[in-house]
């Protein structure tokens, strides 16, 4: 009877753990987000009013976790922080925004950042000044990156918190006392290059916040890139149908005339991509590539891709061009003999493709890599060169 009852607590016991374990399994499921960014019908949108109090919110952050208002009833004071990936305002000024978090996190001050923009409303020309836009995924990465010491969230998909907080650029801060009302909402500094200010509105509303005075100066101006609300997508529709309809050709070079492109006595970063139509990465890859110079084309940069097919597939190898809209310049080696195209590219080349380079102005190689690239090493090698970069 004995043994009876301790195998019947033991089967007790057993059940009980499986059961947890499907139930732990289960909240880690309802918890998990996936992103789905829609496109809304148009809505007024209207700043918060000094003295108003925070609206409610509960967002996933780039941690997996979601995040709600009530998780920071503890701290003094709270700074809401909408910002971006892309803008280079946001960028110019996310060190700062590290820099006072760590500053004030033991000065009962807790901050929050949200990304308000759609992905759906953001074009590749407005990522110019950064290698990524403003995807959940994309934001993961960003704050690893840069060690974000401070919750990233994300409101990409319906706005539904952005909206009601009434951001108009990138950056623009929002500070609330004890009982969460606002007390400050505009920029960090007047001083938008790194290294020439240090946060000064930001700090002295903060501290006047904590020592419970009416801050001096309650509304500032911001600067930055709009917020790319859903609804704003016209435009964008416009654009990328003025893009599709650009013309597409496909140029015979020899030697001499590929020397002159490695040479690259242009003004231009020029990125060089040798690929062919019977290469499946290079295919596959093509239209990441083509894809660079809508988003750095209006900057020091600009996009060359070299077909190593023979000649007689001349043809096979534009409609592939034209499928993708690469309306960059575009050539085909005139040449079947595939060494003097290796040697005409690159003496480290060794012959595999895709191969794709970056040339300074004069010649230099500063960027070279054999097989599929890593987008973003290649769009991280672009904008921190000093021909490109990440601020105005």
């Avoid at 059940?15 to 309802?30: A, M, P």
């Avoid at 995807?135 to 990409?156: C, H, I, Q, S, W």
């Avoid at 005409?344 to 190689?365: C, F, K, N, R």
């Amino acid at each position: 009877m004995k043994n009876l009852t301790i195998n019947l607590i033991s089967t007790i016991i057993l059940i009980s753990f499986f059961l947890s374990g499907c139930n732990n399994t289960k909240k880690q499921e309802e918890t998990g987000f996936e992103p789905n960014p829609v496109t809304l019908e148009k809505q007024k949108v209207e700043t918060l009013k000094i003295g108003e109090k925070a609206p409610d919110f509960t967002l996933p952050g780039v941690s997996g976790e979601m995040v709600s208002l009530s998780d920071f009833e503890q701290a003094e004071v709270l700074v809401v922080a909408f910002t971006c990936n892309h803008c280079p305002t946001a960028q110019a000024y996310e060190d700062r925004l590290i820099e006072f978090t760590k500053d004030y996190k033991d000065k009962g001050v807790a901050v929050i950042a949200i990304s308000p923009n759609s992905p759906l409303a953001l074009l590749p020309q407005e990522c110019s000044y950064s290698d990524m836009g403003d995807t959940y995924a994309e934001m993961k990465v960003r704050a690893k990156e840069k060690g974000y010491n401070f919750p990233y969230l994300y409101d990409g998909d319906n706005h539904e918190v952005s909206i009601k907080y009434g951001p108009v650029t990138t950056p623009h801060l929002f500070v609330f006392d004890k009982n969460r009302a606002l007390k400050y909402k505009g920029r960090f500094d007047g001083n938008e290059k790194p290294g020439t200010g240090n946060a000064e509105d930001l700090r002295k509303a903060v501290d006047q916040t904590l020592a419970g005075k009416e801050v001096t100066n309650p509304v500032t101006k911001t600067f930055g890139c709009s917020v790319k609300w859903s609804w704003k997508n016209e435009w964008t529709k416009q654009v990328n149908k003025e893009w599709k309809e650009k013309p597409v050709s496909l140029e015979t070079i020899d030697e001499q005339k590929l020397g002159e492109i490695m040479e690259n006595n242009s003004e231009n970063l020029r990125l060089i991509n040798i690929w062919a139509t019977w290469c499946t990465p290079c295919v596959l890859e093509l239209p990441d590539i083509i894809q660079l110079q809508r988003i750095y084309g209006n900057r020091d940069f600009e996009l060359v891709t070299v077909s190593s097919d023979k000649i007689k597939n001349k043809d096979k190898s534009l409609e592939l061009l034209k499928k993708h809209h690469a309306s960059n310049k575009n050539y085909i080696f005139n040449n079947d003999d595939k060494y003097k195209l290796i040697e005409g590219v690159d003496p480290e080349w060794q012959g595999s493709i895709p191969y794709t380079i970056l040339i300074e102005p004069g010649g230099e190689i500063v960027y070279r890599h054999q097989g599929t690239v890593d987008l973003y090493e290649l769009k991280k090698a672009i904008v921190e060169h000093p021909m490109v970069g990440r601020y105005y």
